[in-house]
Nanobody, 124 residues
């Protein structure tokens, strides 16, 4: 499972960093991905990062403001210049991955672990 942190109420124009710490498994063997689901909308992919951190792939809508990074056992998502459109529940996920993978797209299935979701509300 993941232990999540970093959400809450953020003012427009602000930044935040979301964290998902792996608990009970070793994140080093997994690629990581972030999703979000805004109120009344379907869940959408934000982006993903390879097991070794050497490759990332972002949704078109996420390029420029969203950054995925990782350390030994934690996945992170940083979001800058927040707007009300970023209000959503954010989810991290992990899939078993081979080392050295180049991500031309993010997996659409086969995620082994999911976070429970982190609420982010952008409002003044």
């Amino acid at each position: 499972q993941f232990v999540e942190s970093g959400g809450g109420l953020v003012q427009p124009g602000g930044s935040l960093r979301l964290s998902c710490a792996a608990s009970g498994f070793t994140l080093d063997y997994y690629g990581i991905a972030w999703f979000r689901q805004a109120p009344g909308k379907e869940r959408e992919g934000v982006g993903c990062m390879s097991r070794d951190g050497g490759s990332t792939n972002y949704a078109h809508s996420a390029k420029g403001r969203f950054t995925i990074f990782r350390d030994t056992n934690t996945a992170y998502l940083r979001v800058n210049s927040l707007t009300s459109e970023d209000t959503a529940v954010y989810y991290c996920a992990a899939w078993p991955s081979d080392p050295g993978m180049v991500l031309r797209s993010c997996p659409t299935a086969a995620y082994t672990y999911w976070g429970k979701g982190i609420q982010v509300t952008v409002s003044s």
